[in-house]
């Protein structure tokens, strides 16, 4: 069983409350426990299909198993270098990304899960 199906809901729902509570759109932290996978950021056009031409996916995946994985699902929050929270956009291929995903993640090729958040990891 993967690290994606045994986690739980809290680290979102602690990253929701701290930005509710922050009642600005600053920086934002990344959730305390380790990301569930790195990698860089490509086109999903390049990847798999063109159905998901110009949707970032990872690539390079530090755990295959998200490999070819889509980055932006409902409620993705995304995360500059810095920790302020960012526009999608700023993931254009060839970035360096670290990503939190939720406790379940659809058995396909390539895995769907719902991504939490999305941190660059070099500007």
């Given amino acids: 069983m993967t690290s994606a199906l045994r986690r739980s809901a809290a680290p979102a729902a602690l ?3 701290a930005v509710a509570l922050s009642g600005c759109a600053g920086t934002v932290l990344a959730p305390d426990e380790p990301s569930d996978v790195r990698g860089v950021v490509a086109d999903g056009g390049s990847v798999d299909d063109d ?3 110009g949707q970032p996916v990872v690539v ?3 755990d295959p198993y998200y490999e070819g994985m889509a980055l932006l ?3 993705t929050e995304v995360l500059a270098a810095d ?3 960012a526009d999608p956009d700023i ?3 060839g970035v360096l990304v670290e990503v939190w ?3 379940v993640c659809q ?3 390539p895995v769907q899960c719902d991504v939490e958040v999305v941190q660059l990891l070099e500007p």
Wanted: net charge negative; aromatic share 4%; proline share 0%.
């Fill in 83 to 85: 920790g302020d929270a």
């Fill in 15 to 17: 990253l929701a409350a």
């Fill in 51 to 53: 159905a998901r031409a």
């Fill in 101 to 103: 995903v939720d406790e």
């Fill in 60 to 62: 390079q995946a530090s």
């Fill in 91 to 93: 993931l254009v291929a």
């Fill in 73 to 75: 699902t409902d409620g």
């Fill in 107 to 109: 058995e396909s090729y």
